[in-house]
């Protein structure tokens, strides 16, 4: 069975870091592109940071200069390294995986999600 584990969230105070990391476990072929999504109480999920197979990686404006997306393809690992943390930061932080797997020749995967609270 294929699955993503995430890990790493936490409550930090205003300012501070954080580093998620998010695992692909199961028969798995190939891991195309990774993406950090969030969800905050009573709002829509939105994407935060995506990173292709090559390492390209896109944020959205809110975290440009904050936030590091990166991936370890030998662990099927990818990680959001989150700095200078802000209360409006504050959310459910979900991984996805566009892979290619015993299951399908290529599906979107999700992790279970890990919460980050920012408040002092």
């Known amino acids: 069975q294929v699955q993503l584990v995430e890990s790493g969230g936490g409550l930090v105070q205003p300012g501070g870091s954080l580093r998620l990391s998010c695992a692909a476990s199961?028969?798995?072929?190939?891991?195309?592109?990774w993406g950090w999504y969030r969800q905050a109480p009573g709002k829509q999920r939105e994407l935060v940071a995506t990173?292709?197979?090559?390492?390209?990686?896109m944020y959205v404006d809110s975290v440009k200069g904050r936030f590091t997306i990166s991936r370890d393809n030998a662990k099927n690992t990818v990680y959001l390294q989150m700095n200078s943390l802000k209360p409006e930061d504050t959310a459910v932080y979900y991984c996805?995986?566009?892979?290619?797997?015993?299951?399908?020749?290529?599906?979107?995967?999700w992790g279970q999600g890990t919460q980050v609270t920012v408040s002092s």
């Open positions: 996805k995986a566009d892979m290619h797997t015993v299951e399908a020749p290529r599906a979107d995967y």
């Open positions: 199961g028969s798995i072929f190939s891991v195309y592109d």
């Open positions: 990173i292709t197979q090559g390492g390209s990686a």
